[in-house]
Structures are given as C-alpha cells and as structure tokens.
C-alpha cells in the first residue's frame, strides 16, 4: 500500500511566522503536489514536483515556497504566514506508467490555523 | 483550460435510497476522470476511475460511466448506508500531471 504521511495533523501558528510542512511517501513516486482545500472551494493547486529538485507552480503558489532535495520528502513553506493561509494542507504523489495506472494518493492534511 | 463542475450543495437522503451526484468537464483531448472520496478527518481516497469513454470505473457499490457525447461522469449508488457519509469530489487529469478538482459534494445519510 501507498503510504503517504503529514509531519502534522493539526497546527497552530502566528502571524509573520515561518512555517515548514512535510510530506513524506514510501512509494518511490517523482510527482508529488500540495493542495489547500477550503470550504466552498475544492481542492486548488499550490505546487507540485515532477523530480528532485524540479517544482512548478499550481494555480495558487502566491506566499508559498517549495523544497524537494530528496525523492521520498516535499517540503511546504509559508516564509511569513498570514491569516487567510488557515486552511487544511493535503500532499499528494501520483503513480502511473503502468497500462491504465494514473492515481495520486493523498495525506491525511494538516489542518493549519494562523492567528 | 481542463475544469469539472459538480452539483450545488450537500446531498441528503435515507439509508438504502439511490445517490447520484451530477459531475460534468470540460476539456481538451481525452482526459481519464476520477471520484474521489473524504471521510470525515481524514485526505482523499480514490474511489473510482474511468481512463476512456464509455469506460465505466466502479468500487464498493459505486459506479460512474464515462460519457464523451455529454461531458459527463456521473456517481451512483444503488443503496447507500450510512458509512458512506462523506465528501465526494469529481476530478479530471490534465496537462502536466495535474488533476482538476470540482468543489465536492458533502453526503449525510441518515439512518
């Protein structure tokens, strides 16, 4: 089985604060992703990596960084967080290659408030 | 660009009655479609999938048909139970490796 885990399910910081979250998979994937996902609005994009050291932006990379130096972990920055970043923070990695494999396998997030 | 909207609002309904959540796209080429689920607490689950059309992906008593001449991929079930309580998102795979999410749909079936 595909395991994907979040360095936290829940966390609280402050405003101005940086904030790292990780996310780590055992599957030997080189796509991996980091979603937010807010009421009334889905899941939407932060950033994702196709490799080691390879990211591109999501739809909404906006008071975000990313760091992937190695393939199992996907490194999620707020370098100063802000109030309207509270949300739940999922991390994917995606399998396919395979005839007809193409699925991404989530975390179970980390709910992040900042106050 | 790739998009997938699904119906407005939470579903509710009884145990045993038949869901269907409304999913439709839009998009370029031949995408494969997704559902996925989220129970309450916890990241996404695939649920099922279809990679062409007239594929039809089903897994614990829920199906969806991919269907091209409407742009649709709709979720059904024949009997719900309320372990089935959840969020159901609709996906589409895209360019560069990325799924498009519809906003999901919150299911409460009650006893």
């Known amino acids: 089985d595909v395991k994907v885990t979040q360095s936290s399910r829940y966390l609280v910081k402050r405003t101005g604060e940086k904030v790292f979250l990780e996310c780590v998979q055992d599957?030997?994937?080189?796509?991996m992703f980091w979603y937010r996902q807010d009421p009334g609005l889905g899941l939407r994009l932060i950033y994702f990596s196709y490799d080691v050291k390879m990211k591109e932006k999501g739809d909404i990379p906006e008071g975000y960084s990313v760091s992937r130096e190695k393939k199992e972990r996907f490194s999620l920055i707020l370098e100063s967080a802000s109030t309207n970043q509270t949300s739940m923070y999922l991390c994917?990695?995606?399998?396919?290659?395979?005839?007809?494999?193409?699925?991404?396998?989530f975390g179970p997030g980390t709910r992040l408030t900042v106050l | 660009g790739n998009s997938v909207t699904q119906m407005e609002g939470p579903v509710t309904l009884s145990e045993e009655a038949f869901l269907t959540i409304n999913c439709t796209y839009t998009?370029?080429?031949?995408?494969?479609l997704f559902w996925y689920v989220q129970y309450p607490g916890e990241g996404l689950q695939l649920l099922l999938k279809?990679?062409?059309?007239?594929d039809k992906g089903s897994n614990k008593g829920f199906e969806a048909t991919y269907r091209k001449e409407t742009t649709s991929f709709h979720l059904e079930k024949g009997s719900v139970q309320v372990s089935d309580s959840a969020v159901y998102f609709c996906?589409?795979?895209?360019?560069?490796?990325?799924?498009?999410f519809g906003k999901g749909n919150q299911v409460v079936v009650i006893p």
């Open positions: 279809a990679t062409k059309a007239d």
């Open positions: 998009a370029t080429g031949y995408p494969s």
């Open positions: 994917a990695t995606r399998e396919w290659g395979r005839a007809g494999t193409d699925t991404q396998y």
């Open positions: 599957m030997d994937h080189e796509n």
């Open positions: 996906a589409l795979g895209g360019r560069n490796n990325r799924l498009a």
